[in-house]
Structure formats: C-alpha cells, structure tokens
C-alpha cells in the first residue's frame, strides 16, 4: 500500500505493491532525513515504512557529520555515551516517523511504521526489555513508532506485555518455524490480554520479522563442508522455503478460532516481514529475497541498494509463495536427508544475531564516548 502516484514508481515496485507487500527501507540516518532522501523514497519508490537496528545506526552516527553539533551540545551538558546515542537514536526516529505521518493516516497506521530496537544487551532480561520498551515509546511519543523486541526466549514474554501495555511490536531476530510459531503465540496474548484491560486493539500493530539471507549463508556454509552433489545441489534453496514455510504458518494460525475471536474484537494480525533481504553470494540474483517472496498481507524491509535492484530489473511474480509449499516441504526434507540440521541453524543464527547487534551497540558507544570527549 502506498500513497505515492503509482506512475511515479518504477513498475516491478508496484507490482509488489499490488500483490501486497509493503515496502520498508531497512535504513535510516540523520543524511536520510536533513536531504529529502527519505522522503523521496517514498515518493518515487513507494517506501511505505522504516526500519532501524544497532548495525544501522552504528554505520549513519560513526560516518556523518550531521550528529557533530548534538553531540557537542550534548558533551558540553555532561551526558555520557548511552545518553547521548539514546538521545540521537530517538531524534532521528521520531522525524521519520513524522516523515512517514501521511503514509500512517493513509493507510489506517498499517504502515507508515518506524521501528527502534530496545538496548540488544537487553536481550536476555525480560523485565529490562519491558521497562526500556516503554521508554522509548513515550520518548518518540508517536504513533506509527514500532518498538523492536528480540524472539529469544526472554523476549516471548516482554512482547506480550508490552502488547498489553498498547506498545506496538517489530519482533526481530526470528530464524526458525518453532520460535515463529512461540512468536504468535506471544503476540496474540498481548492482545488478548491487551482486551482483558479494556484497551482497544484496532491502532495495535505488529509485524514478525523473519531473517532471510543469513539462513542461506550457514546452510551452504554446511552444504560445502558436506561436499557431496545432493548436497551441493541444494545451495541457495533453504532461507526461501524457510520463508514460505512461515508464511504458510501465518496463514494456519490466523484461520484459528482464538485467531478469529480476536479479529472480531478489531486485531489485526502480526504480519510476516521478511528481513535480511541482501543477497550475500553474488551468484545468486540479487533479488531473489524479495521477487520469490511475493505475498499478500507482508512487509519486506530492503536497503536501498535492494530496493533499486527491484526497481531495475525485478522479475516479480503474483503470489509466488503459497504455491510453492510442497516444494519447500521437499527442501527440508532434502536437507535433512543430507545432514543439514535446520534446528542447529536457526538457533545459532539467534545467538549469533543477538551477539552482532550487542557488538555494535557496544562500538556505537565507544565511538561516540570517544567523540564526546573530544578525541573521537
């Protein structure tokens, strides 16, 4: 859904308009913002959302200029390095949420989302999670603003609570079906119990972003270190039928009758996006993240340079997921078949994920402690 003159944007991008799949810019920085860029993405690409990670502003703080008078206003205030990035973090993430305002009321604040990540430190502490979730929210105090909680184990219980609490959810950080499925489950509570406490649930948003790339980037990893033709032969085929397969779960909980209850109270359901939509191996095209999976009701969240790749040449083809369930049944069958324990995987893609944020989170703060004291 876009507010955007659809002659403005390049075909294959409506095309994906078309066939339900949001757009979102997994990118933003203070540039985005002071340029125009954000806003022209929206209009000539169609971006109709947001989203932010510790990577992301690791990359915009410690590479632009644009932060230095805030941070030598905020040195000469005292403030430390958590203080500091805390308050950048939220500017930035409030002007894009006020960038993507008209895209909100358009479409009913199914997008025009903007997404902040709670402290990925957190990631193991639910009531941290909980208390900093809140901050966030009544610090951007916006509402198309998604706070981003981590699937972990410990992130389950903060996403509902913080549904409850009528804080909408980015739930980041999901590799595998089994977590996807404890994912749905928290989010529905959330809401349940959001009910329970007479709020209302139809302004309630959510999304369930599933990681794409890095799945395949450790099962060919594995493939190649088995080495044999069946093994070799099943590259670049596992993150995509991940994908379809959690979509495919989507589609079974939300014909449930706890679903349906919910629905007829005003839910709206926790749509699939698909994150980590880069191509890391450059024999495969580098669309393939995005033109194989074309669903209704999905967000997919590219980087730029994704988004013009899509634009360019994109081969998009009308709901290119729920057909293909079966063959994707068939890949996991053949990957296990072969050795690859798809279990294994996507738990150390949790693990190795909450670890990559945490570092540069952590390198985030060094830069800019060292720029606060001047040294930087």
Known sequence: MTTAPVDSIPEPLVHLLRNGVSIWLDALSRDRL????????????????VTTNPSIFQAA???????????????AAGADAEAAVRRLTVEDVRAA???????AAATDGVDGRVSLEVDPRLAHDTEATVLQARALWAEVDRANLLIKIPATKAGLPAITRCLAEGISVNVTLI???????????????GMEHCLAAGRPVDRLASVASF??????????????????????????????????LAYRLYEQRTTTERWTRLQAQGARSQ???????????PDYSDTLYVTELVAPNT??????????????????????????????????????QVGVDLADVTNLLEDQGVDKFAKSWDGLLAAVAAQLDGSG
């Open 34 to 49: 002071v340029s125009g860029n954000l806003a022209e993405l929206v209009r000539s690409r169609g971006v109709v959302g």
């Open 61 to 75: 703080i410690t590479s632009s200029s644009a932060y230095a008078a805030d941070l030598a206003t905020l040195a």
């Open 97 to 103: 949420c006020d960038v993507l305002a008209d895209v």
């Open 175 to 189: 590799f595998g079906l089994q977590r996807y499925d404890e994912v749905i489950d928290a989010f529905m509570s």
């Open 211 to 244: 990681f794409v790339s890095r799945v395949d980037s450790e099962v060919d990893a594995r493939l190649e270190a088995i080495g044999t033709d069946e093994a070799l032969a099943l590259r670049g085929r596992a993150a995509v039928a991940n994908a379809r």
């Open 271 to 281: 749509r699939p996006l698909w994150a980590s939509t880069s191509v890391k191996n």
């Open 299 to 336: 967000v997919n969240t590219m980087p730029e340079a994704t988004i013009e790749a899509v634009a360019e040449h994109g081969q998009v083809r009308p709901d290119a997921v729920r057909s293909h369930y079966d063959e994707a049944d068939a890949t996991f069958a053949s990957l296990a």
